[in-house]
């Protein structure tokens, strides 16, 4: 992959000139150089290079280690560290901040662009991975928050209904109850008309006008007692 930018951080001069002109020559953009910590530190945070090729030993307060943790930490930018020698505590140190590659001083050009190219590849692969990811993540999310509103929407719409049918329930007990009631209402005026109605037709003319007055007002009463119950 060739024509990203490239950082060397180098302590020595004339191996960061010698690095620069063989990137260069492999149509690499060496965006800058640094021989310390803050120095390297200054610069990949103005240029954001692709890859930062990183010495172990540097000028100043700061090892090549720690710069690389904080170009991690910032930019996640991919660091293949530089090393003069094969120190084991050293390379454990380094190893631990997990880099995407070693060259081991002096370099062979074949192994610097196979290095150089296999970590800015995987570090692309990463990157790709690692935004699919978030696209699933999201995705789930998106799906997940649709799930809970049908969810709640299809429980609202349960308890709905089961109010609706208690409302239901609840009328057609209101219906049978006053039906019950409004029989039981009109039965007794009914019996007083039709008692009063027999007993008119079987006393006949024997029937004395007061006792038929009396009865013709019981019927009046039980009448006024229906239309009100009406």
């Known amino acids: 992959m060739v024509g990203e930018k490239i950082v060397i951080v180098e302590d020595e001069g004339i191996v960061a000139l010698s690095l620069q002109s063989r990137l260069e020559a492999a149509n690499y953009e060496v965006a800058g150089t640094a021989d310390s910590g803050k120095a390297a530190l200054s610069l990949i945070a103005h ?54 590659g070693f060259l081991l001083k002096p370099f062979d050009a074949t192994e610097l662009y196979s290095t150089i190219g296999i970590a800015l590849k995987r570090h692309h692969t990463q990157r790709h991975l690692e935004q699919l990811i978030q696209e699933r993540t999201e ?15 299809r429980q609202r719409a349960e308890t709905d209904a089961l109010q ?12 049978s109850r006053f039906i019950t009631t409004a ?12 008692t009063s109605a027999e007993l008119l037709e079987r006393l006949g003319s024997d029937c004395s006008d007061e006792r038929r007055l009396h009865y013709l007002q019981k019927i009046r009463e039980a009448v006024r007692s229906m239309t009100t119950i009406l």
Do not use: C
């Not at 307060?61 to 003069?84: K, M, S």
């Open 47 to 100: 240029v954001q290079p692709d890859l930062v090729l990183m010495d172990v030993q540097l000028k100043g307060n700061q090892t090549g280690i720690e710069v690389a943790r904080e170009i991690r930490d910032r930019w996640q930018i991919p660091v293949v560290f530089l090393t003069g020698y094969a120190d084991a505590e050293l390379l454990h140190s380094a190893r631990s901040l997990e880099p995407y």
């Open 164 to 175: 609706a049918l208690e409302k239901e329930r609840e009328l057609n007990e209101l219906k």
């Open 139 to 153: 995705a789930i999310a998106f799906m997940n928050e649709r799930l809970k509103t049908e969810i709640t929407e």
């Open 183 to 194: 029989s039981h209402e009109f039965r007794t005026p009914l019996s007083i008309v039709l």
